[in-house]
Structures are given as C-alpha cells and as structure tokens.
C-alpha cells in the first residue's frame, strides 16, 4: 500500500464548536473566502489550512449536528483554541455550549485557550451591518470610534437611512456580552484556571457577523495572535527533541571522568 | 462531480467459480501479486491467476486463470483470508479457527513439533502491515477471541503461530486494524486506540457497533480510517487525533478502501470515490450485491457474492484532463499538488507544469485574467503559446510551434471570443499588459523577438502610449515584420524610431520628412520638424547631416541651423568641420549668420576668417538696410549695433578689408571709427568722431575702450590727442563749430582730468581761457600734484628711515663687542694684551697688532683676509 501523502503539517489547531445553524462554516468562510455564502450543514467536520505569516494554522469547522457531536472530542485533541460559537438571538445556543460542548474541549491542550463568539450580530445590532473594510488595522479603529458613538448616542434613534432600517428586520438580542462574559468566567472555573492569570472575558469575547464581516478578521487575528506561544513552544518540542546537545553530553562526561579519577 | 477516477473491470466471472451452482457465495478474497485466491460459504478455497491484458487501444482488462481449488473440510464458510507471501503461507479464518494453508497447493499445514499452528475461538484478526518485529519470516498477527476481552498479538511462522502479547479491552472487540504498536479497535460502543506495548489507550469516538457494522481500515503509517456515525468515514492517527476532514459515506457503507488521492467505499448498491484533498464525491459506480471492498498492495479489488471486479484507476493524467475539460480548474490542480509525492519529481513538475498552464488558458478563456496569468506564471508557460492565439502576432520568422498535445481549445482569439468585440478588446488589453510585464524577465528568454513585436504590433493597433516607450529602449522587434504593421497604423512616426534603432537613420529620416512635408499622416508627434532637427543634430552620420540638413534649413532656417549651432560636443558625436559648415550653409544666408553668430559669439572660436566673414555678414546687412528706400530706422539700428559690438569686440578681423567695404559710405562713421581704433590710427578714428559726427561722448567712448587693454601711457596720450583734435581749430570744416569743440575740451579737461598731464595741457591751451571755466580740472590737476608731491616726499622719508633702520640693524647684527683684558692671551703670539689697541681677525679673535703686521709680512698671500677685518 503506498504511503499516504500528508498535508502540509499544521503547527497549531484552532476548533469551531457550538451548535448547529449558529454560523461556524459562515465564519470560517468570511474569513478564508471573504464572502458571505449559503452554507449547507456540515457533515462531519472540515478544515482549512491558514498560512499565518510562516507558520501554518488548521482551522476546524465541527459539524454542529447532535448526530457528530460524538466526534467533536476527536477534533479537539490537541487543540491551542477553541472558538464556542453562539448566536446572539438565540439563547439556547448559548446554553448548549455550557451543556454539550464545553465537555468536548476536555481533550484539547491544558494550555488551550477559549474564546466565546456571539454570530449574527448583525441581526441585532446596528453598527454590525456595515459592510466591513478589507484592511483590518482601518476596521479596528473605525470599530473603535463606531462603539463610542453608539454608546453616547444611544438614546437617539436610529437615523432612518441606516442600513439598520433599511433591511427592516431587528431581531431581538437574547444573548447579551454580559451573558457571554459569565460563560467565560464559568468556563474559566470549569477548566480549573485562575481568572486572574488567565486572559480577561473582555479580551475573549467577541460579537460577530459573518455575514457582514464584522469583527471577523478581528476575532481570527486575535486568537492567531494568541496562539504563537503554543506555534513556539510546538517548533521547539519537535526540534530539540532528536537534536542530542553535544555541549551537554561532553559535560557530564567530564564530571564522571573527574569522579572516576578521585 | 463527475470525475472519471477509476474504471470497474470484472475479474472473475461468475461462470469460471461456481458454474450454475446457485447457492455457493463468495465469503472473502485475497490477491497476492497475480495470485486471487477465494473463500466460499462451502468452505472452498479457490485459487486464480490473474492476468493483466492490455487492448491495443489502451483498455485493460483482466484474464482469469482457475488453478486449483480445495475444500478445508470444515462445512463452514471461508471467513477470511490473508496471504503471507514470504512464508507461501495462507492464514485462514474458517469456524472459529485460524489456520494456515500452503499457497501452491492449498494443503492444510500440519502443526510442527513445538507448537500449535491452530488458534481457535477467534472471531477477527488482521496482519499487520507495518511490524516493529523486522523478521521478514514471520508474520505479525492481531487476533480478536470471541469470548474474552482481549486482543491477542501473534507471530506466525511457517508452520506454527506464537502468542507473544495480550492486552485486555474495555468492552468486546469486533473489528481491529493494527499499525506498529497500535492496535486501533471497534468496540461495541467506540472506537479506540491501544498501544499493545505500552497498554496505553485512546478512545476515539462513539459508535454502535450493533447497529452498523463497523469499519476499521488502515489507510498508511499510524493512520486509520473509521467508519463513524452518520455515514462518516473519519480518519484517525494513533494519537488519536483526525489530521483529514472526513468524507461524506451513506449510512450503509460495507467496505472502504483508499486508493491516493481517492477513498473508495462500498455500500449495498453503490461504489462512491470521495477525494482525500477536498473532500468531495467524485465518482458514483452502480453495484448490486456488493459484498466485499478490499486493497491488495494499491489495487482494490471488489467481490458481489457471484462475481469479483478490479476497480482500476485511471491514469491520474487523464483524471485531470478530464477535469480541465469540464473546466474544473480548481480540482484538477488540487488533484494534481495532491498527488505529487506518489509521481517522481522530474515526472511531476513537468505535470503540474502542464496543468497550470492548461488552466490558465481554461481561465484565460473565461477572461479571468488574474487568476490565468498566476497559473501561467506558475505554469512557466511558453509565452509564444499566448501569443499564438492572437492572429499575426508571431512574426513570420518565429520558429514557434505550439506545444502538442493542445494546451487549450481554441484556434485563435476569433475562435476564443466568437465575435464580442469587446471580449477581443480584453484579450487584447490583457495581453498587452501581460507581455509588457514579461518581457524583461526570463519568461521571455529565448523569444525576445517574438515577445517584443508582438508587443509592437499590439501597441501599434490599440494605439497605446508605449509603443514610443518601447521603440525608444531596448528592444527585439524585428523590423521585417513590424514595418507593414506600423504602416498599416500609420505610427509612422514608430516605426522611424524602430528604423533608427537598426541602424537605419536614413530611411527613418526619409519617413518623418515625408510626415512633415504632409505626405503621410501620422500625429504621434507634435513638432516632428523640430525632433528632426534634433536628431540630425545628434547624428553621427555627416553625410546624412549633410543630406537632409537642406531640407531642414528650407524649412525654418533659425532652427534648421540648431543641426549646426546645437550638435552636442562630445566624443561620441563626429565633429563637424566648421568650415565645412560654412560653405555647406553658403546658400542659406540667414542660417549660415547665425552659424557664424554661434562660432565666434558663443564657441569664441578665435580664427579670423569667421570674425572677418562675420563682420562682413553684418556689415552687407547694414549696407542692404541703408540701400532700401524707406529705410527700416528699427531694423538698421539693431543692424549697426551688432555690427558695432562685434567691430568693438573681437581683435581677429581683417580691419583693413572692412574698412576698404566702407569707405565710401558716409552713413557709417561710426563704424569706420572704430576700425580706425584697431588699426591705431586714432587720429583718423578720432578726426571722423569729432568733426563728421561731432559726437563727442562717442569720442571720449573711443578712447576709453581703445586705450582699455593699454597701459595708462597710452591711455594719456589718446585724451591728449583728442584734446589736441578738440583744440586744433584750424580745421576749416570745424571753424564754425569751434566754439562746440572748445567747450568739448573743457568739459574733456573737467570730467576726465586725471588721465592729462597736466602741465602738458596747460602748454597747449589758449591764453584766453578763463580760470574760472578750468577750474575743476585745475584743481583736480593742483591737488593731484600736490598728492603726488606729498606721497612722494613722504616716500623719500620712510625710505630713508627704513634705510637708517636697517643700517642700525647690521651694525647691531655684526658689531658685538670684543673684550680684550690683560688676562686674555694673543691668539698668535700667547702673549698677553698690554694696551687697548688690538686687530680683529674673522670672528671677533682680537690679536696683537704686531703679530698681524709679522704674520702679514710673512704669509703675503693672507693679506686679503686680514685686510678685511682691519678695524676695531
């Protein structure tokens, strides 16, 4: 039997988990394809291979299906970061991350990180249904300026030539960023971590639209970001562990010489 | 979907195994080389060999030969069966026993002597294909038992097995594939993972082996592929972890096998092909009664209970050919990349080469243009192949021939475009853009000719700016073939800058002199004449500058002369000889001027032939300005003064010859001065400036500038002599004026006195003269001769001090004091000194008087030395 050929080998895995129809393909997809695209439900699970600057990151796209849910441990082994995805106007989707998925993550690296992804933001939130800038440093701090104008605008109604109006329907947010950042915490005592060493709700909670793109390249970005240390500490296990320290050897092969002679 | 990757061909047929025997089925198979052997339900073994036929057109086809065949006698069906080639060894699962038979004659291998060569109670096993254990003579095994649960490791030889491990399992086995160390099993409720070794275990995931049957199939080193709930066929290293995203099965999948890049599953009534690299259903074969679905060393051989059939593959090559030809250009590369470590890698890269290649044009037929020239890049496609689909690009002279078999369909972009104009336009616009990239990196080596004129002619027809850009740097066009192209486009001005770059000057002079002169129209170039003259300028040819220099001058004269008067002085251009020039400009007088302007005015080219041929140039303008009646006052007098600066000016005319030209001609005294003034007849000069023009600033003028590169001698002597002229009144011309000229001299005397000698002119004027009306000259004169008187006096003083000074300072210099005592000795006699009286020798050495006058008597020879020094 011939030898089956690898794939490039990934240095670090990213999972999407969460429950079905909450938008896992569709942000791996605005993220990999720019585009916003009807997705069927997955089947099983599949991923994609992101060159992040040398290194090579797979991301896992899980099927969200109860029927899968079995494998969803097997995608996990070994992960440096789960994404547990909801949708923000579904509040069940939160509540199934809690109950189904956040078992699944028990295989994935003790030094995993988590984040929380609240999708369809867009549906609920006005500033998400701009389209979004391809650059991503220019998104940033147009976000940035965005969010503090809707806070201190707030109380105003929304300008009727918004996007907002425009499409007509705002679906009510069932699941707010507080609500998220709770789950963190939760997850965070679940896995028997610190809060206070581990990196803070805020950081680690996004709300998303895959189908604007909003907050999108942020969220992977962030996480790739994240994740180096594991990509580091993966390159160095592997490098050192064939190499035989010469230095070393000589070393101690001294001090049994000495010893020997005394 | 639709990808054609694997042929199903029959193996043995029906007939040949059971001939009409209903009941009999086919319970398992084996192939080891061209050896198939069989296991039925009537606990036979057969045995076939198998050949491969090729048909002349390519097909293959399988040739089934009956050997032997041989009942085990144990009334149960074959359940398994697996050859152990080097030990010629088969290993058989019949009724709960693993047994071995030989492989030639199918003969039950009896036990030897030191052990059992019988394992009962066993439900499955497998061999494992990748042993730590490196003995190629035996065999190892896993063993499934059906009663404990356990996992039994054996070693099997030629005539015995040999338990070697047992490891215990969760739940009870029923399936189990083995790689190294691990054991990957289906339970009854999951999957696991289990080093034997260590007896360390993974659980994979869930599966309900009562409901569906599961799959456990090793697919290559330490990797496993599972069939998982939802119809999924998973993969799964030995760490338990899933480095491929599953494929997509039905919920009844028998069998699966992987054939790179393919995974071929088998359920009741279909063979589904998913591709490892995408995932994706590629290929559906009908099959009824499907049974078994197993890979023998890479060829997956499938058995209905009656029949056997040998999935072929086809050629990946052809796959891929059958993908671009459905335009899936994505699957077909992906394919291609993906299959790259199972082809040699020379065999590849031509391969993928050729992929890429055919999917740019695949893209570049669709006019995504970015995507093709990625792919052609990539592809390092042969850019001829683009360009030959443009008609009459290539030129004639190219050796190209397309590359066969076709990298595309179409037979050119008329085919391609199918009449869109605007489709054409993009191509076009592509291509341009393309080769404009290209042609100065290696892509273009080798056809440099045939990317630049394809390029020219591209630029030529869409009218593009850089088709100047092109012509002006280096290039290959080759001029055969871009001259009617040109023409045809009428960049006639192109197609000049193309005949100069192949050394053809004339013929590009030809052409753009025709554009200007109207016969051809071409409007690349505003100011073409002026270009022209530039380049005859510039041009290191004499005899074309002398050719067209004609044409250019009957043109515009003033710039026509710039080919003279602006040619380059460098060493790369020829010299031109001026006085070549001259004569060749003779006709040509307004041109020939301003050569003559250009040599002695700007190049100061110091030879007097052209100051002389100058001057007289300007002087024959003057005299034609004075011949026309009404005279032109403006024109004249720029004339003349030109005429005058130069007279002034330059020192190399023949003067004489000037002045004999205008001897007669009373208008021009002015002039006739000056020429007096080089020739130092300044008295003439001077006599016309003051009494036939009586223009007396010009004559004071006069003496400055002619007496400028003098000393101040001559300078005095000038003045004096125009005073002289001022006050010789006798001139009878001058009688009437001579009140004018008196009053001339005065004011000569007041504003210039310092350049008289004044007593002189005191001498010469009249007694009559008022005091009061010298009075500013006089008292310049007295007080400049009292300045003189004084400085000089005190000239006298400070040289006199300075000669006592210095007098002062060799006395002190040489004269230091002698000491003389009566303890000093003579330096003669040794005696010592009695009286003050005392002769210095050299030096200051005081010695007796006497003894010098002795040693002067007796050494008359050293009367000069003491002499010297003969003074105290």
Redesign the interface.
């Known amino acids: 039997?011939?030898?089956?050929?690898?794939?490039k080998k990934p240095d670090v895995k990213l999972v999407l988990l969460g429950d079905m129809n909450v938008g896992k393909t569709s942000l791996l997809h605005r993220y990999t394809e720019r585009k916003f695209k009807d997705t069927i439900s997955t089947?099983?699970?599949?991923?994609f291979l992101k060159q992040w600057g040398p290194y090579n990151i797979s991301i896992?796209d899980t099927?969200g299906?109860e029927?899968?849910h079995?494998?969803g441990?097997?995608?996990c082994?070994?992960a440096a970061a789960v994404i547990l995805t909801y949708d923000v106007t579904n509040w069940q989707s939160l509540a199934e991350l809690e109950e189904r998925f956040l078992s699944l993550t028990d295989?994935a690296n003790h030094n995993c990180i988590y984040a929380l992804v609240g999708n369809k933001a867009d549906l609920t939130d006005p500033k998400a249904q701009l389209p979004q800038d391809s650059d991503p440093s220019k998104d940033q701090t147009e976000c940035g300026v965005e969010r503090t104008d809707t806070q201190v605008l707030s109380a105003c109604p929304t300008p009727p030539a918004s996007p907002a109006s425009l499409s007509g329907i705002t679906l009510q947010k069932q699941v707010t960023p507080e609500d998220a950042m709770a789950l963190y915490g939760r997850i965070l005592r679940y896995k028997g971590l610190d809060e206070k060493s581990s990196l803070p709700a805020e950081k680690m909670c996004f709300e998303t639209s895959a189908k604007t793109g909003y907050n999108v390249d942020d969220l992977f970005e962030a996480l790739f970001d994240l994740v180096l240390p594991s990509i580091l500490r993966n390159r160095n296990e592997s490098q050192q562990s064939p190499t035989v320290d010469l230095e070393e050897c000589r070393g101690a092969g001294n001090k049994r010489a000495k010893s020997g002679c005394c | 979907m639709s990808v054609k990757a694997f042929e199903l061909v029959p193996a043995v047929e029906r007939d040949l195994l059971m001939g009409d025997k209903a009941r009999i089925n086919i319970e398992c198979i084996e192939c080891c080389g061209k050896h198939l052997y069989m296991g039925t339900n009537d606990c036979f073994i057969h045995h076939f060999l198998l050949d491969e036929v090729t048909s002349s057109k390519g097909k293959l086809t399988y040739s089934a030969q009956k050997l032997l065949h041989k009942y085990l006698g144990l009334k149960k069906p074959v359940a398994e069966l697996r050859a152990a080639s080097a030990l010629e060894r088969l290993i058989v699962l019949c009724d709960g026993i693993v047994f071995l038979v030989d492989m030639v004659t199918l003969e039950t291998v009896p036990s030897a002597a030191g052990g059992g060569a019988k394992i009962r109670g066993v439900t499955a096993f497998c061999v494992n294909e990748n042993p730590v254990n490196g003995d190629p003579f035996c065999v190892e095994m896993g063993v499934i038992s059906s009663k404990r649960r356990t996992v039994q490791i054996y070693m099997v030889y030629e005539d015995r097995v040999q338990l070697v491990k047992e490891v215990t399992t969760p739940e009870q086995p029923c399936a189990v594939s083995v790689d190294g160390y691990f054991l990957c099993l289906a339970l009854a409720t999951q999957y696991m993972i289990l080093n034997y070794n260590t007896g360390a275990s993974q659980d994979l995931f869930p599966y309900n082996s009562e409901d569906r049957r599961p799959i456990v199939k090793r697919i290559g080193r330490e990797e496993f592929l599972l069939a998982a709930p939802g119809g999924l066929g998973m993969f799964a290293n030995a760490e338990g972890v899933s480095q491929r995203a599953p494929v997509n099965w039905s919920e009844s999948v028998i069998g699966a096998a992987v054939s790179f890049p393919y995974v071929v599953a088998l359920d009741e009534s279909f063979i589904t092909i998913h591709s490892m690299l995408d995932q994706q259903l590629k290929q559906t074969l009908s099959f009824r009664d499907g049974h078994i679905l197993q890979d023998f060393e890479g060829k997956v051989i499938l058995a209905s209970t009656k029949a056997v059939y040998v999935l072929v593959p086809l050629p990946l090559e052809r796959q891929i050919q059958d993908l671009l030809a459905s335009h899936r250009v994505e699957e077909a590369l992906i394919l291609t990349e993906g299959a790259q470590q199972n082809i040699p890698k020379d065999k590849f890269q031509i391969l993928h080469k050729r992929i890429l290649q055919q999917a740019g044009f695949i893209q570049f037929g669709q006019l995504q243009f970015l995507e093709a020239k990625e792919h052609f890049r990539k592809g390092q496609l042969d850019v001829r192949e683009l360009i030959s689909l443009y008609p009459l690009l290539l030129p004639a002279s190219s050796s190209f021939t397309r590359c066969h078999p076709p990298l595309h369909e179409f037979a050119d972009l008329n085919h391609l475009a199918q009449g869109d104009q605007e489709k054409m336009l993009r191509c076009k616009k592509f291509l341009i853009s393309y080769l404009g990239e290209v042609r100065s990196t290696e892509v273009a080596n080798g056809c440099r000719e045939d990317v630049d004129t394809a390029l020219l002619k591209l630029y030529a027809e869409q009218d593009h700016d850089s088709l100047l850009d092109l012509l002006a740097s280096d290039n290959a066009c080759l001029l055969a073939d871009s001259v009617p192209w040109l023409e045809k486009y009428h960049k006639y001005f192109a197609l000049g800058l193309l005949y100069h770059y192949n050394s053809q000057d004339s013929a590009a002079l030809q052409l753009w002199i025709r554009v200007v002169d109207g016969d051809l129209q071409d409007s690349t170039r505003s100011g073409l004449y002026e270009y022209i003259v530039d380049f005859l300028c510039s041009c290191s040819n004499l005899d074309l500058v002398w050719k067209y220099a004609d044409w250019a001058l009957a043109k515009d004269p003033t710039i026509g002369v710039h080919i003279f008067t602006k040619r380059p002085v460098c060493k790369d251009v020829t010299d031109l000889n001026p006085e070549d020039a001259i004569t060749y400009l003779g006709k040509h007088n307004q041109a020939l001027l301003l050569y003559l302007e250009h040599l002695v005015l700007e190049r100061k080219i110091k030879k007097e032939k052209f100051h002389t041929h100058l001057a007289v140039l300007y002087l024959e303008r003057v005299l034609s300005l004075l011949s026309e009646v009404p005279n032109n006052e403006e024109c004249l007098t720029r004339a003349r003064e030109r005429l005058q600066a130069l007279l002034r000016v330059s020192n190399l005319y023949r003067a004489q010859f000037l002045l004999g030209k205008m001897e007669n001609c009373e208008q021009l005294l002015l002039e006739r001065a000056t020429l007096h003034g080089k020739l130092e007849e300044n008295d003439k000069a001077l006599h016309i400036l003051v009494h036939k023009l009586k223009d007396f600033s010009s004559a004071e003028a006069f003496c400055v500038w002619a007496s400028s590169s003098r000393d101040s001698g001559y300078q005095q002597q000038l003045f004096h002599l125009l005073l002289e002229v001022y006050l010789d009144g006798n001139l009878p011309q001058a009688a009437a004026g001579s009140g004018d000229l008196e009053m001339a001299a005065v004011d000569l005397l007041n504003r210039h006195g310092e350049v008289f000698d004044a007593a002189r002119v005191l001498r010469m004027l009249p007694e009559s003269w008022s005091l009061q009306l010298l009075r500013p000259f006089l008292g310049r004169a007295i007080r400049a001769s009292m300045h003189a008187c004084r400085t000089s006096q005190i000239a006298v003083g400070l040289a006199q001090s300075e000669n006592l000074q210095l007098l002062h300072d060799r006395l002190k210099d040489r004269k230091k004091p002698i000491f003389v005592s009566e303890k000093k000795g003579c330096h003669l006699c040794h005696n010592t000194f009695s009286e003050p009286d005392v002769v210095c020798l050299p030096g200051g050495v005081p010695v007796h008087t006497h003894c010098v006058a002795q040693r002067v008597r007796d050494s008359p020879t050293k009367r000069q030395l003491t002499n010297s020094s003969n003074h105290t």
């Open positions: 039997m011939p030898e089956v050929s690898k794939m089947v099983g699970g599949a991923f896992w099927a299906r029927q899968f079995g494998l441990s097997m995608y082994r070994g295989t």
